[in-house]
């Protein structure tokens, strides 16, 4: 881990005491950090610089278990007294990853094969306490069904939205959810990136109540 490369700012919530805990998101995701303040508690914001590369014979579910973990860990060491959440995605068609889109054309190759399909996506969430080294970690699935899609429908998607930072090119807190024709699962904020109600539940094990 490079020390040098993690940036840290702090959200605060008007009127809201601090909790007892810090709270630090190790990620350097918007749609995260967006998530995280629905819970209206204060927190830190650290990017962690960890290598994402699936291992060899690496299956989905321990990839994205690994990873929010790591990346939890690559922080936890720069921050005394907190809890360290981390947390990664993958999509999946017919078992197969579906990463970021590497380029314009590649979000259309994904978006054509998603047609008509179902999507499931694995969330992983972390949380490591700074202090006893205690690790709480989870992965959360969360299943989307594709309308039948053309290639004009595609391509203004494409221009309006350009979700090229997000798994599947499927940004579903934006003008992607117009893309969908059903879910499955039992937190919707996993399908944005970060599953709150897991969260909530990790948090509480640490003494942190939300209200």
Same mark, same amino acid.
């Given at each position: 881990?490079? !020390?040098?490369?993690?940036?840290?700012?702090?959200? &605060?919530?008007?009127?809201?005491?601090? $909790?007892?805990?810090?709270?630090?998101?190790?990620?350097?995701?918007?749609?995260?950090?967006?998530?995280?303040?629905?819970?209206?508690?204060?927190?830190?914001?650290? !990017?962690?610089?960890?290598?994402?590369?699936?291992?060899? &014979?690496?299956?989905?579910?321990?990839?994205?278990?690994? /990873?929010?973990?790591?990346?939890?860990?690559?922080?936890?060491?720069?921050?005394?007294?907190?809890?360290?959440?981390?947390?990664?995605?993958?999509?999946?068609?017919?078992?197969?990853?579906?990463?970021?889109?590497?380029?314009?054309?590649?979000?259309?190759?994904?978006?054509?094969?998603?047609?008509?399909?179902?999507?499931?996506?694995?969330?992983?969430?972390?949380?490591?306490?700074?202090?006893?080294?205690?690790? +709480?970690?989870?992965?959360?699935?969360?299943?989307?069904?594709?309308?039948?899609?053309?290639?004009?429908? !595609?391509?203004?998607?494409?221009?309006?939205? +350009?979700?090229? +930072? $997000?798994?599947?090119?499927?940004?579903?807190?934006?003008?992607?959810?117009? /893309?969908?024709? &059903?879910?499955?699962?039992?937190?919707?904020?996993?399908? !944005?990136?970060?599953?709150?109600?897991?969260?909530?539940?990790?948090?509480?094990?640490?003494?942190?109540?939300?209200?």
């Amino acid at each position: 881990m490079n !020390i040098g490369k993690l940036k840290s700012v702090e959200i &605060g919530v008007p009127g809201h005491n601090k $909790c007892v805990r810090r709270l630090v998101l190790a990620s350097s995701s918007p749609y995260r950090r967006a998530l995280l303040e629905r819970l209206m508690l204060p927190f830190h914001v650290v !990017i962690p610089d960890i290598d994402e590369t699936p291992r060899p &014979g690496e299956s989905p579910l321990a990839l994205v278990e690994r /990873l929010s973990r790591e990346k939890a860990l690559a922080v936890v060491d720069t921050q005394a007294h907190a809890l360290v959440i981390g947390s990664d995605q993958v999509a999946l068609h017919n078992s197969e990853i579906v990463g970021k889109p590497r380029d314009h054309e590649h979000a259309v190759e994904q978006l054509r094969r998603a047609s008509g399909k179902t999507i499931t996506l694995l969330t992983g969430i972390a949380l490591i306490d700074s202090d006893s080294g205690r690790e +709480q970690v989870d992965v959360i699935p969360y299943s989307v069904r594709f309308r039948m899609l053309n290639d004009v429908q !595609i391509e203004r998607y494409l221009h309006k939205e +350009q979700p090229y +930072q $997000c798994s599947g090119s499927l940004r579903a807190d934006g003008l992607g959810v117009a /893309l969908l024709e &059903g879910f499955e699962g039992n937190d919707p904020n996993a399908l !944005i990136g970060l599953p709150l109600i897991r969260l909530v539940d990790m948090l509480v094990v640490e003494g942190v109540e939300v209200f």
